[in-house]
């Protein structure tokens, strides 16, 4: 069942559906992405960048993901973009 929240994110492998639900991230096989509900943190940004990055590049560590993401996370946040909290 999908909330309001929810939606699809197209990548290279494919469309995901991401559910907004109590998981911290997680990306599935089916192909699902689950991320806990937004409250637009520094730490929120950094998830939904990591879970992306593992629906686009597969093949990636969980090390490079990782490392790949809190970069991103930091570069996006010194420029000042932030998350809108869910349903905003």
């Known amino acids: 069942m999908t909330s309001n929240s929810d939606f699809y994110a197209v990548f290279s492998t494919g469309t995901y559906l991401v559910i907004s639900d109590d998981h911290l991230g997680l990306v599935c096989q ?3 992405i689950r991320l806990a509900p937004a409250k637009g943190t520094r730490d ?8 992306a990055l593992h629906a686009e590049f ?5 090390a490079r993901v990782e ?10 946040w010194r420029l000042g973009y932030r998350l809108r909290k869910a349903g905003k």
């Open 67 to 76: 490392r790949a993401a809190n970069n991103i996370t930091n570069f996006l």
């Open 44 to 51: 929120d940004m950094d998830t939904a960048i990591h879970e």
């Open 58 to 62: 597969m093949d990636l560590t969980e």
């Open 30 to 32: 089916e192909p699902v």
